[in-house]
């Protein structure tokens, strides 16, 4: 199971080619697994509990089921009270997440935001505050495999560089795609390329973990 935010989850047609993350995964495992994607646009660990779809997952889950969880880009929206979390709520709701999971004989797995591709002066600003900080200090109290996709993510973006890295955002220019006719310029979500490379750090992460499933991956 994959929750989380906008970063991960699956497109509509008419957004195209903006993809999650989460929507390559799969290309990385043998058939047989099912990868079942329940993150949603713009949900913060507080609107994804509060609007029931946190719940939804909790009543499918099996023992040794697999959650992947990432959230942060949403979670430090002050102007949306809906979706705030401060960074001691965030924790909190991480640990939550992780003593549900657990409770149903389910492995979870936290996963820090993939960053936001801001330069300036050809350094990559970071974006996240202390939200990163917040999701390895729990893995690290509560014994949870981490993913650091916020720690691979800037990686993979400082070596590329600012001009080289726009290719794997959704990045277009005026008349080249119909859904975006005036163009578009998203430091946040991905291109088709863009999700599967991160999808690729997720996998490679998996493979070096603990995780039963690594078993299930296919040789990268």
Known sequence: YLVGDSTMANKKENKRPETG??????EYFENGVKIDNHAVNGRSTKS???????QIVLDKLQKNDVVFIQFGHNDSKVKSPERYASPEQYRANLVRFVE????KKATPVLLTPVVRRKFVNGKLQKT???YP????EVANEMNVTLIDMQ???EKLLMEKGEAASEKLYLWLKKGENSNYPKGVSDNTHFSAEGAKIMASLV???????DLAIKKYLKLL
Do not use: T
């Open 203 to 209: 996998a490679e992460s998996i493979s070096k973990s």
């Open 21 to 26: 993350w989460g929507e390559m995964l799969g």
């Open 151 to 153: 720690q691979k993510s």
């Open 128 to 130: 996240h505050g202390d």
């Open 48 to 54: 994804f509990r509060d609007e029931g779809k946190w």
């Open 100 to 103: 549900e999971v657990r409770a």
């Open 133 to 136: 900080k917040m999701v390895r």
